[in-house]
Structures are given as C-alpha cells and as structure tokens.
C-alpha cells in the first residue's frame, strides 16, 4: 500500500519521510553499542543490503510508519516510528532512536514522540500506543512518562545484556490521554 508522506512539524523537530539516503547514518548509530543497548535489536553487523530492504519493507507496509527525525537545522538526528499496527484493535507499537549522543538530553525525543502521538491519534485514529523500554534505561522511561505513558506491566528479565537479565517495562498510552496534551 502505497502512502503519501507527509512533514509533521513539532515544536523543536520535524518527522520526515526516511529514505535510502538516510541509511548510511543509520548504519554508524547501529554499529554503536552505546546507542544499541537500548534497542530490543542487535544490528552491529547490518549492511547497507540488508537496511535498504528493511526500509523498502517498511515503506510498502500498512502497519508500519517510520519517519526520519531532523533538527531545526535539517541535521538528521534519529528515527522514530509506529510498528505492528493492528487496525481492527486500534493499537501499535512506538520505537525511537535519537543516534547521535549529543543530541540526548536535550528534549528532541520527547518532542517527536507528542508529535507521532498526536498524529497516531488524530490521523491514523489509533486508541492505544505501547512501547517496551528496558529497567537500565532511566532517562528513556522520564521521556516516556513525560509524554504521558503509563506503567502497565512487567516481562521479568525478559532482556538478556551485558552478562545478566533484566525486566522489560511495558508501557502505554492511550487516544484520550494524548488528546489531553494538546488541549
């Protein structure tokens, strides 16, 4: 199914469609174990092959919306997109990565994910966002909370990192919940 992209403006961002000429980027943040312990994927040995093909498949999927994540100044800085959307309940996934360390902490991410909520919520009509975040990730879960999600559960040492298991938090949001952020 094909979709006509369209620029979500945020107040310190903006979501543009991702393409093929992103992907080299992509590839230097998913070579960096820094920025990769956070993702529930382990891609330190991808190449430019196997992440055009990701990216070709995400863009012909109708339960996929991956959107690239730019600056002020058009630096590409992160992705961030709605996954395994299931149309008939109404719900996704959300993941996010902010790739160049300089950029954390400075509410990009937190500006991306009101903005791909409120798009989940007033253009695709979607009633439930979730989102897995793993227990050493603090600073992930003060974003999150920040944007309104809320604790919903626990995949007790359901991750498997440096040597040792951790919980997996799940979190979630709901339409009414983030229709209250902007009003």
């Not at 966002?129 to 995949?155: D, M, Q, S, W």
Request: proline share 2%; hydrophobic share 35%; with cysteine.
């Amino acid at each position: 199914m094909a979709r006509a992209w369209k620029i979500l403006e945020g107040k310190k961002v903006k979501l543009r469609d991702l393409c093929e000429e992103d992907l080299p980027r992509c590839l230097v943040w998913l070579r960096d174990r820094g920025v990769t312990k956070y993702l529930d994927f382990d891609l330190i040995n991808i190449g430019l092959v196997q992440e055009t093909r990701w990216l070709k498949t995400m863009q012909s999927s109708p339960n996929d919306y991956i959107f690239a994540i730019e600056k002020e100044n058009g630096k590409h800085i992160g992705n961030i997109g709605l996954h395994r959307i299931n149309w008939r309940d109404k719900n996704c996934m959300l993941g996010i990565i902010i790739g160049d360390i300089e950029d954390w902490n400075k509410g990009y991410g937190t500006d991306a994910i009101k903005t791909i909520l409120k798009y989940a919520v007033e253009k695709l009509r979607l009633h439930k966002i979730n989102l897995h975040v793993y227990e050493y990730n603090p600073r992930a879960i003060r974003t999150y909370e920040k944007c309104g999600f809320k604790k919903e559960g626990l995949l007790r040492e359901g991750h498997y990192y440096n040597e040792k298991y951790w919980d997996v938090i799940v979190m979630g949001i709901l339409d009414r919940d983030i229709k209250m952020l902007y009003d």
